[in-house]
């Protein structure tokens, strides 16, 4: 059964520094999201994207944060200049259609900021 | 905007007892609910979901929601459970006025469900 899949599991990185979350989304889909959650608290909504643009994103993000599909199967995240509040787990998902359709998420990336 | 609160965090049960897992969101206009299920150290998957028609949905491992739009609430039920239904549940709600349209889930903190031999 296809899979979202995300790498790494776990990535440790220091104040200040960029960081590139990758997501490989299952190959048909045509939407994919991120969403991440600060331990103890909500998933919550980072962006999402269709046709090679950013069609929806959160409050959450800022010019600090950038998505790409850089190849038509990867679909990464990167954080320009972490902070210690970035540290979360971050959930890739993608799905097939809009609201009314499954989205399939990743097992995630627990990023550590130090 | 939406919210969805999950009041309880963790629930622990027995084996084969019935469980209810609770679920409000904050605004009576249509929405889209959803329950997704999280095992350990997996992604999240869906359990089942709510569009329209009957309140009564039925998911997969025979897990079921009620959508009650006078009380705002999703309630997730199974009648009995077992040990493999120990993970996190997650309730999240997409809202076609408000982002909703390109499938933005809005999600509660989960409920931790442990099941006990």
């Known amino acids: 059964e296809p899979e979202v899949t995300q790498t790494p599991s776990h990535q440790v990185t220091q104040m200040g520094q960029e960081v590139i979350l990758r997501c490989v989304p299952i190959?048909?889909?045509?939407?994919f999201y991120w969403y991440r959650q600060i331990l103890g608290q909500k998933v919550e909504f980072l962006v999402s994207?269709?046709?090679?643009?950013?069609?929806?994103k959160s409050e959450i993000f800022d010019d600090q944060f950038s998505v790409e599909r850089p190849d038509g199967s990867n679909f990464t995240l990167k954080i320009r200049s972490t902070k210690l509040e970035d540290s979360a787990m971050y959930f890739c998902?993608?799905?097939?259609?809009?609201?009314?359709?499954?989205?399939?998420f990743g097992p995630g990336t627990r990023l550590t900021v130090l | 905007a939406q919210s969805v609160t999950q009041l309880d965090s963790q629930v622990p049960v027995f084996e084969e007892a019935p469980v209810e897992l609770r679920c409000n969101y904050s605004s009576s206009v249509s929405v889209y609910l959803f329950w997704y299920v999280q095992y350990p150290n997996q992604g999240l998957q869906l359990l089942l979901k709510?569009?329209?028609?009957?309140?009564l949905v039925k998911g997969i491992n025979g897990f079921e929601a009620e959508f009650n739009k006078s009380q705002t609430s999703f309630h997730l039920r199974k009648p009995s459970v077992h040990i493999s239904d120990t993970a996190e549940y997650f309730c999240?709600?997409?809202?076609?006025?408000?982002?909703?349209?390109?499938?933005?889930?809005?999600f509660g903190k989960g409920t931790k469900l442990s099941v006990k031999p």
């Open positions: 994207f269709y046709n090679n643009e950013i069609s929806e």
């Open positions: 709510y569009l329209s028609g009957s309140t």
């Open positions: 998902a993608s799905s097939p259609g809009l609201a009314v359709n499954e989205q399939f």
């Open positions: 999240a709600v997409s809202d076609p006025d408000y982002g909703g349209s390109q499938g933005n889930l809005i």
């Open positions: 190959s048909n889909h045509l939407y």
